[in-house]
């Protein structure tokens, strides 16, 4: 492991990108940073561009209006820089899978990487904490 990648590990800076989705899963990831989980405890700290995210939430499909524009959005983040799905719909399209806005569309995997998948509609918050350690874990161990 570079040692870019072991100091990101000790504080990851997130960034919440919200595509297509119904919001269940962006209130969800605002839980994770009331003082009731407090995910600054782990080191994570929301941020509000992408270009000092060290970790993106994603949430939601990707329709056809904003494919283009996750793309974008990802080059602009400095790497590494991990992807998260969080949610059913993030992870493989879930109760949209069959909607006309999304029949052209890949899911977000085809698009740009994907390092995690959170499952749940929506996943609580613990999911999400829990799934974001593992992340750590796991870029730990390599
Ligand atoms: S996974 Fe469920 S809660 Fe999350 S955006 Fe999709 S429909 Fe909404």
């Known amino acids: 492991m570079d040692l870019k990648t072991k100091a990101l ?68 983040a400095p790497k590494p820089c991990f992807v998260v799905a969080v949610g059913t719909c993030a992870a493989g399209r879930g109760i949209f899978h069959n909607s006309y806005i999304v029949n052209e569309a890949e899911p977000l995997d085809k698009i740009i990487p994907v390092h995690a998948y959170i499952p749940g509609c929506p996943p609580k918050p613990e999911a999400i904490i829990d799934g974001i350690v593992k992340l750590i874990d796991k870029v730990n161990k390599k």
Request: aromatic share 6%; net charge neutral; glycine share 4%.
């Open 9 to 76: 590990t000790k504080s990851l800076w997130v960034f919440h990108m919200s595509t297509a989705s119904c919001n269940n899963c962006d209130i969800e990831i605002l839980d994770c940073l009331t003082p009731r989980h407090d995910v600054e405890r782990f080191g994570i700290v929301l941020v509000g561009s992408i270009r000092h995210a060290d970790v993106i939430l994603a949430t939601g499909i990707v329709n056809r209006n904003c494919r283009d524009i996750v793309k974008k959005m990802y080059e602009q």
